[in-house]
């Protein structure tokens, strides 16, 4: 009988001790995908092309008022031009030349690490898969807002194409770098 209270006690102890000592993971903010897009261009020696694409989901993980992670979807499918080309631009930007829908639908990101350079600018590095291939992305992201049920944020970068494998360039005439910004809602 002693044994038995005795084990009880320990386990009693060691619960108690873990739930004042646990760290809380922070909160969650699901990205508004209504809201928040990615837009790129694509420049070429004659010009460019602009255009943007939607989120299918996302996180944002905030601890302390301050982004610590996250990971997103983009759906690529969803691509749209917006410089007034027409619409066989998008058809060739989806085929197996540069996105190649038939094969995938969508891109990650996943943040790796935040590090604020001060209080509404952070720099955040992740890795980007896009056409099954995977690279480390880095860029400064700006907070233009956190609290208690929301979240926005932008951030402008630029990344190689051909890292990619749309090394598509018949006329020699593509640049490959691809400008991105990302406009980001999200609520709890």
């Known amino acids: 009988m002693k044994k038995i209270i005795l084990a009880v006690a320990l386990v009693a102890s060691t619960v108690g001790i873990y739930s004042f000592t646990t760290k809380k993971a922070g909160d ?3 990205a508004d995908t209504a809201k928040s897009k990615v837009e790129f261009i694509g420049s070429k020696s004659e010009g460019y092309h602009t255009g943007f694409f939607s989120l299918k989901d996302g996180e944002i993980n905030v601890e302390g008022g301050k982004i610590t992670g996250g990971s997103f979807t983009v ?3 969803s691509l749209k031009i917006t410089d007034g080309s027409p619409d066989m631009l998008s058809d060739h930007l989806k085929s197996p030349n540069f996105l190649d829908v038939s094969k995938s639908t969508s891109a ?3 943040i790796s690490s ?3 350079v001060s209080a509404n600018k952070a ?3 992740g890795i980007l898969t896009l056409k099954g291939i995977t690279a480390p992305v880095k860029f400064t992201a700006n907070i233009r807002g956190i609290d208690d049920k929301k979240l926005f944020a932008e951030a402008s ?3 190689d194409r051909t890292a990619f494998g749309m090394s598509h360039d018949p006329k020699g005439n593509l640049a490959d770098d691809v400008q991105i910004s ?3 809602f999200a609520k709890k």
Do not use: E
């Open 28 to 30: 969650a903010y699901s």
């Open 75 to 77: 759906d690529i499918n």
């Open 108 to 110: 990650t990101f996943s």
């Open 114 to 116: 935040v590090n604020y």
């Open 123 to 125: 720099d955040i590095n």
């Open 157 to 159: 970068f630029s990344i």
């Open 182 to 184: 990302v406009h980001l």
